[in-house]
C-alpha cells in the first residue's frame, strides 16, 4: 500500500480555499490521489479532505505540519495532518455476544483493516479465548449493577495506558458514562441495533416486532452523552416478514449490525468523516 | 388473465384446518394455484389464503360462499372469499403533487393494477387535466383551515356514491379525520414519506436532514386515529449523502414513494394484506 | 435554482492541475459549488467537474471559454463549458410501452429533469396521445422490416433538425443503426432490461426465468455499434422468486427500468458522466 | 428449538395433493408450522414443504416414514422426510482465503447454523490453525498441478469416511473434478465472486473492472459438470463506483461472498431448496 499524506480541513466557507491549498500542494511537488469537498450552505462551513501521494512530496510529514499553518491561520481552518504509516489504535469493547467482536478482528487479522488492535475489554470472559487466539490483549471488567463508577475508572485507565485512539462498541451491552462520552468525543463508535433514531434504547428487535416493521436496521455512530442520539456515521437496513419473530430479527439483524459497523469503523480509521454538529460529512472512496 | 377464486382466512389455531379446508376444496375439484399459511404463535392465530383457478371448481362463488359457511363457523374463522372477476374500485385523494398519482394511473391504464379507479377528490384544482386524461371523473373539494367538516362530509358522500371500497392518499396533505378512519377500517391507504416509526407528522425529509439519516424511507399504511401509526404495509429506503439536502430529499423520497405505495396498493387489492392487531401478514407471491 | 458554470476536464495526470484549474476560478472570484476529481491508474488520465456559482464570478461564459483556452493546451485537456441556463435537448424515442416515456415526460413536466424534450419519434401510433397532452410534439416513424434505412434517414433528420444533443432509447424496439450510432457517439441513451453483461439481445427477462437468477435488473448505457456493449451510466436490480414466471419478470423490472434510466439521463443531462474507453466515470453530487 | 419433521414433496401436479398430504397429518395429529407450496405451470409439476411440530405427532419419524409411502406411491412423489434433531453433516473445502470459512464456521460455533461440521479440507496449510481453534479437524490435500486425480481420490475418500452429505467449496480455488460433481449432485456447493451469468471462471472482479458494472456480485449455486452453471441458491450485489479498481472490488465483494454462501447454506441445510432440472425453488420462512 502508497504511503499517503492525509490532509483534513473544515473551515468557514469563502472563495480562493481551494486554490490556496491546492497551490500550496503543488509547490510541494505533491500528487493527490484522492480530493473531496463539500460545503454546508446552511452552516457556511467548508470542509476538504485531501490524500496526497506521500512518496512525490519533497518534504516529510513534520515539514507538511509545520509550513501549512499559515494558510490553516489564514483560513481559520480546524485542520489534521496524518500518515498513512501511523496506525491508529483501537480498542474494542464487548460483552457476551461475539458477531461484531469476530468480524472485526478477522478483517483487522487479514490485513483488511489498517489499524493496530491494543486490546479487548470484556465485562465478561466468554469471550477470552476467541481474542487470545489472535493474540489481543483480553482485559476483563465486570461492572457491577449496584456500583460501576470503579469499574469505568479502571476501564478508562485501561484505555489511556493502551494509547488507543478509537474506541469501539462492539455490541458491549452497559451504557458508556457520560464522563467518558466527554473525555472521549468523536472518538467513541457504537453500532446500535435499530434504523435510528427509531428503537432508541433497549432491545430494539422487540420494539421493530411489537410494530410491524418490514425492514429492521442497524446504526453505526458516534457516542456522546444523550443514549443513541450521537452523530451517524453509517445506516443499513435488511428485509423482514411477518413470519419472523423478534428472535429471527435478533438473527438477521446480526449480518447488518456487523457490516454497518466494519463500514463504519473503516471511514473512521481512513479519516473519512468529519463531524460538525451532529452530523457527519462522509468522505467515501 | 385467469378467473380466480380467493379464500382469505383468519382463525384461532388448531390443527385440521388446513385438512378441512384442503379437502373442502378437492371435492369441488379446485385446483390451487397458490397458498399460504402463517400461524401468530403469540396470538395463537392461524391465517391463510388461497387462489384457487375458478375455471376447475364445479360450483360458483356463490354457492362456494354458501357451502363453506359450515367450516368457517366449526373454526371461528373471519373469512371472505373473493372472484377475481369482481375489480376492487379505488377512489384517490390528492393535493397537488402528481407523482404518487400519476404513478397509480399509469400502472392502472396499462394494465398493471387489476381495479377500477372510479375517481378522484383533490383539494386543490391543479391535477384535473392529468386525472381527465386518463379518463376519470377529478372531483374538487377545498378544505377550508377554519372549518373542515362540511368538506369532509363532502368526500364522505362522494366516497359512498362512488361504490369506492378501497381510499388512496397519494400524498393528500390533509390529516383524515379520526370518524373517516373508524367509518372505512383497513380501507385506507397512505403513503408516508418516511421510514416510520421515524419522523412522524409533518416535513419528515426536513427532521431526517437535520437527524443527519444516512437512508431516507417511505411507509405505505392503513390509516388510524393516531397519525402515521396505522398497520404498516409495506416500506423501503434509499441512500443519501451529506451533499443532500432537505430538498434533494424531497427528490429522491419521491421515487420510494410511488413504488411502496404501489406495491402496497397492489397487495391490498389483491387481498394479500392481513391485519391483525396494528400488524400486517403479507402474502406476497 | 442557482445559475451554474460546469466546467468538465479530461487530461492526462500529472501534478499541478487542480492548481491551475483552482487558481484560474479563484482569479475570476468563482465560488465553487461542487468539484470531483479521479484519477485513473492505469490509463495515468485525469477526470474533473466543476460547478461554480455563475453570479460570483467576475465574467460570463464566453469570456471563460476564452480565458481557459490557454490552461487547457497547457495540459493537453479535452474540455467542455457550460451554462446551466442553456437545456440539453432531448428527444425521446419509444415503440408501444410507455412506462419509460411516461416516468421521463412526467419528471420534466413536474420540473424535476432539467432540459427540453423536443420531442418523440415512435415506430407506432400508439403513444400519440399520451405525448401530445404534454404538449410534446410527436412523430411517428414505421421502420419496415424489409427496409430501414429510409425510416432511419428520416428519423436522422427529424432529430438534426430539433437540435437534440441527447438522444434517449425508451425502450425503442429497433436497433439503432451503426452508422447513427457513431453519428451520435456518447449522445444515445438506452435502456436495457437486464443486469449487463448478461442477457444481451432480444428477451432478457425470458432468458433470465430460463437461468434461475434470483435477481432481475437494468442498465442504463451509451449506445455503440456493438449490441449491448457500450459504456455503463447506471445498473440496479430487484430480487425475485421461484415464483415469478418471465412475466412478472417483464413487470417487476419496468420498475428498476424506470428509475435506472431516469437516473441515468439525469446524470447524463447534468454533466456528471464522463466517459473514457468502454468505462464511465460518475460524479454524482 | 423445537423438534420437528419436514416433508419435502415434488411429484407431477394434479388435484388432490394438497387435501391427500393434509389429511394424512391431521389423522397422525401432526400440528403445521410452517407449509409452503409451489406449482411450475410450465413443467406442469408440484413442489410443497412442511414442517410438522414433531411432538404434536402421534407417531415417530419411522412410522412417518413408513406410512407415508402409499400416499407418495399414488402421487408418484419425489420425497423426503426428515428430522431436525438429524443434524446434517458439512464438510468445507478451503484454500488460503479464510473469510468465508471463518464465517460459516462462526455461525457454527454460535448455534445459528443447525448442522454438524465434520472436518475441513485445505489444498495448503495457511488455515489451520483458525480451524482447530474451533476443534474442526483440519486435512490437508495438495493438489499438484500435474497430476489432480490422486488429490480428489484422497478427498473423497475422506469426504465418505466423514459421513458429510453436504460439501461447501468455501472459496476453494481448485475445479471440483466432473466425476465427484456427478457422485454428490446437488449435494456441492459453491460460491461464486460475480452475479452469474455474468463473469464466468477465473477472476471476476477483473472482469467486472474492465467492463465497467456499477454493481457486483456473488452466487451461491449447486456445482455441475459445467462450470459456474448449476442450479443458483442465491444472489446478492453491491454497489461499485469508478473510482473502485478490481482490488477494492475484491475486499468489497468478499462481503457480498460471506453473506451469500452463508445465506445459500442455511436454506440448503434446512431444506428449503427443491431442485429442478436447472433451478430451484426456495421455500425461504
New interface residues.
Given amino acids: 500500500m502508497k504511503k499517503t499524506i492525509r490532509l483534513i480541513i473544515s473551515c468557514p466557507d469563502q472563495?480562493?480555499i481551494?486554490?490556496?491549498v491546492?497551490?500550496f500542494?503543488?509547490e510541494r511537488?505533491?500528487?493527490?490521489?484522492?480530493?473531496s469537498?463539500?460545503?454546508d450552505?446552511?452552516q457556511k462551513r467548508f470542509f476538504m479532505r485531501h490524500e496526497i501521494d506521500a512518496s512525490?512530496l519533497n518534504i516529510d510529514v513534520d515539514e507538511f505540519r509545520a509550513q501549512f499553518g499559515s494558510i490553516a491561520e489564514e483560513y481559520q481552518m480546524d485542520w489534521c495532518v496524518s500518515d498513512s504509516t501511523e496506525k491508529p489504535k483501537v480498542i474494542l469493547l464487548a460483552t457476551k455476544e461475539?458477531?461484531c467482536l469476530?468480524d472485526i478482528m478477522?478483517r483487522w487479522h487479514?490485513g483488511?483493516l489498517d489499524c493496530e488492535i491494543v486490546g479487548v475489554i470484556a465485562n465478561h470472559e466468554d469471550l477470552r479465548?476467541?481474542v487470545e487466539?489472535y493474540k489481543i490483549p483480553y482485559h476483563c471488567v465486570v461492572v457491577p449493577r449496584e456500583d460501576k463508577m470503579p469499574a469505568f475508572k479502571e476501564m478508562e485507565r485501561y484505555i489511556d495506558e493502551s494509547g488507543a485512539d478509537t474506541i469501539v462498541l462492539a455490541r458491549y451491552m452497559q451504557i458508556f458514562p457520560e464522563y467518558l462520552c466527554e473525555k472521549y468525543k468523536h472518538k467513541v463508535i457504537n453500532i446500535h441495533h435499530s434504523?435510528?433514531?427509531?428503537?432508541v434504547g433497549a432491545k430494539p428487535y422487540h420494539q421493530a416486532a411489537v410494530?410491524?416493521?418490514?425492514?429492521i436496521?442497524a446504526t453505526c455512530h458516534y457516542v456522546t452523552a444523550e443514549l443513541d442520539a450521537g452523530?451517524?456515521?453509517?445506516?443499513?437496513?435488511i428485509r423482514v416478514?411477518?413470519?419472523?419473530?423478534a428472535e429471527?430479527m435478533v438473527?438477521l439483524g446480526?449480518?447488518i449490525e456487523k457490516?454497518v459497523l466494519s463500514r463504519g469503523l473503516r471511514l473512521h480509521l481512513e479519516g473519512r468523516v468529519l463531524v460538525h454538529g451532529?452530523?457527519?460529512?462522509?468522505f467515501d472512496?
Fill in positions: 472563495v480562493g481551494v486554490a490556496a491546492s497551490q500542494l503543488n511537488n505533491g500528487s493527490i490521489l484522492e480530493a469537498h463539500h460545503t450552505l446552511d512525490t461475539s458477531h469476530n478477522h487479514t483488511e479465548s476467541m487466539w434504523f435510528l433514531p427509531s428503537f410494530r410491524g416493521v418490514k425492514l436496521g452523530p451517524i456515521i453509517e445506516q443499513d437496513v416478514r411477518h413470519s419472523h419473530a429471527d438473527r446480526k449480518d457490516l451532529n452530523k457527519t460529512v462522509i472512496a
